[in-house]
């Protein structure tokens, strides 16, 4: 019981020192995760942008050459002249 009681804890002033050593350590620490975290969701988010982007300039290359008129209406377009 003697280990557990307050009286027989004796401090030299470098535990108070301690504790806000390791209080900062995991305070960088969990700062760290935050930043790492947020720079893979904005990635995350631009590439996923940039797909949709790619996809959907596919998709109106797609349309613009369905519409596209024929060459053989080109040719009568530009016989009579």
Do not use: H, W
């Amino acid at each position: 019981l003697r280990c557990c009681t307050s009286a027989s804890v004796v401090t030299d002033g470098s535990g108070a020192a301690g504790d806000e050593r390791s209080a900062y350590i995991v305070r960088v620490v969990q700062i760290a995760v935050m930043c790492v975290l947020a720079l893979t969701v904005a990635f995350g988010i631009f590439f996923l942008g940039c797909n949709l982007l790619i996809k959907s300039e596919g998709m109106i290359n797609f349309l613009v050459k369905d519409r596209r008129p024929s060459k053989e209406v080109e040719a009568v377009v530009v016989g009579p002249y």
